[in-house]
């Protein structure tokens, strides 16, 4: 079964770091791009950032362009997000997607039951 | 960048009647290999969002076939040929040509 479980959310202070972990498995993670995509409480879907199989290519919202970093350890099966410098604008569920095929990014097919990320002092 | 936008905001629907949702993009999604770039997507309440179109007008894996996707350019469309009570959610279209990718702000379906 091709699944992916988000880890790592929670509490956090202004300014502070998290690193959240999405744990694949099912299909050949490398092969494949893969985003991470958020939801900030009675919001809508805003795409964060993307990755390349071979982790060669890498794509951010402007937003957060300099403060998280997007990587992958295919030798894990596994999606990272650090999160550095967040803000309280930051707080949302964070969901870790699977691109739909290996040669190109977006049309996103299988998704996490997400992480929530809480940034408050 | 581009901006999607989604009308209605909110789709109050009738069991078995239609229903359709409208997306339009700042810039068209129409690559030089003649698919159009636009996801649409569901997100039922309490669970994570699930692709149901891409490129447009295919149908996603397990998709039923009252759903279909239609546009080219700018102006999209979603279409539910006959709604059913699970069809409820967000409906949310997403631009899938390039970075940054970017989701219209949703359109709620609701059954009346």
């Known amino acids: 079964e091709v699944q992916l479980v988000e880890s790592g959310g929670g509490l956090v202070q202004p300014g502070g770091s998290l690193r959240l972990s999405c744990a694949a498995s099912?299909?050949?993670?490398?092969?494949?791009?893969m985003s991470w995509v958020r939801q900030a409480p009675g919001k809508g879907l805003e795409w964060v950032a993307t990755i390349k199989g071979d982790g060669g290519e890498k794509y951010y919202v402007d937003s957060v362009k300099g403060r998280f970093t997007i990587s992958r350890d295919n030798a894990k099966n596994s999606l990272y997000l650090q999160m550095d410098s967040l803000r309280a604008v930051d707080a949302a569920v964070y969901y870790c997607a699977r691109d739909r095929i290996p040669e190109s990014y977006g049309d996103m097919d299988v998704w996490g039951k997400g992480t929530t990320v809480i940034v408050s002092s | 960048d581009i901006v999607m936008t989604q009308s209605p905001l909110s789709l109050p629907v009738t069991p078995g009647e239609p229903a359709s949702i409208s997306c339009r993009s700042s810039?068209?999604?129409?690559?030089?290999?003649?698919?159009?770039?636009l996801d649409w997507y569901l997100q039922k309440p309490g669970q994570s969002p699930q692709l149901l179109i891409f490129?447009?007008?295919n149908r996603a894996s397990g998709v039923p076939d009252r759903f279909s996707g239609s546009g080219s350019g700018t102006d999209f469309t979603l279409k539910i040929s006959r709604v059913e009570a699970e069809d409820v959610g967000v409906y949310y279209c997403?631009?899938?040509?390039?970075?940054?990718?970017?989701f219209g702000g949703g359109t709620k379906v609701e059954i009346k």
């Open positions: 099912g299909f050949t993670f490398s092969s494949y791009w």
């Open positions: 997403m631009n899938s040509l390039r970075a940054p990718l970017s």
């Open positions: 490129l447009g007008s």
């Open positions: 810039q068209s999604l129409l690559h030089s290999n003649g698919y159009n770039f």
